[in-house]
């Protein structure tokens, strides 16, 4: 069963980057689909961003010229950099594989990291 | 974008109760709709994927229905564990977007 798992700091100053890894366990990073979703405290979802396993990428179009979602498949990780940052960045982060093709999906999902951005 | 739009926001509901959640999107999205349900502090999990198809594992009093742009998620008999926020997403196009929620409550 494939479990995934988010990792990063804890605080982010305003104007600086956001980094986050997600380890991947229980299954191979190839031949998928890895994506990151946040979500404000109180509020709904916003998908982030995919990455496949060849490194093609593909960004909400909100947070595209900020965001970088990359894999490193020596260590079964994927990881995402949102430059920039202001106090609206502050979520819960989630990593999820995402079921690509014709029909997608996320599960499973991490269990979220609290990224908070404040000075 | 595709806007996905639920109602109600909220409702309350007693064990037992039959509960119908709605999911609307701003264009036909043929079945390319899932349904997540979020427990307080806890990840978004899958129970409805392409509108109709139960994820495994799920119980089978929730089910989904619809297509283009109106869909629902049902419970048939409303659990103590079932009390949630409930997110519909669009999978036609990307951006994937999500709908408000709806926040079960007893």
């Known amino acids: 069963q494939v479990q995934l798992q988010e990792s990063g700091p804890g605080l982010v100053k305003p104007s600086e980057t956001l980094s986050l890894t997600c380890t991947v366990s229980?299954?191979?990073?190839?031949?998928?689909?890895w994506s990151w979703i946040r979500q404000p405290p109180g509020k709904g979802l916003e998908w982030i961003g995919y990455?496949?396993?060849?490194?093609?990428?593909n960004y909400n179009p909100s947070l595209k010229s900020r965001v970088t979602i990359s894999l490193d498949t020596s260590k079964n990780q994927f990881s995402l950099k949102l430059n920039s940052v202001t106090t609206a960045d502050t979520a819960v982060y989630y990593c999820a594989k995402m079921r690509g093709g014709s029909v997608n999906w996320f599960d499973p999902w991490g269990q979220g990291i609290l990224v908070p951005v404040s000075s | 974008d595709i806007q996905m739009t639920q109602s109600p926001s909220s409702l309350s509901a007693s064990v037992g109760d039959r509960v119908t959640i709605t999911c609307r999107a701003s264009q036909s999205i043929s079945t390319y709709l899932n349904w997540y349900q979020q427990i307080p502090g806890k990840a978004p999990n899958l129970l409805i994927y392409g509108a109709l198809s139960l994820q495994s594992g799920v119980p089978s009093r929730f089910s989904g229905g619809g297509s283009g742009t109106d869909f629902t998620l049902t419970i048939s008999s409303v659990q103590p564990e079932d009390f949630a926020t409930y997110y519909c997403?669009?999978?036609?196009?990307?951006?994937?977007?999500f709908g408000g929620g709806t926040k079960v409550e007893i």
């Open positions: 229980g299954g191979s990073i190839n031949n998928s689909y």
């Open positions: 997403q669009q999978s036609y196009s990307t951006p994937f977007t």
């Open positions: 990455v496949f396993y060849t490194g093609s990428t």
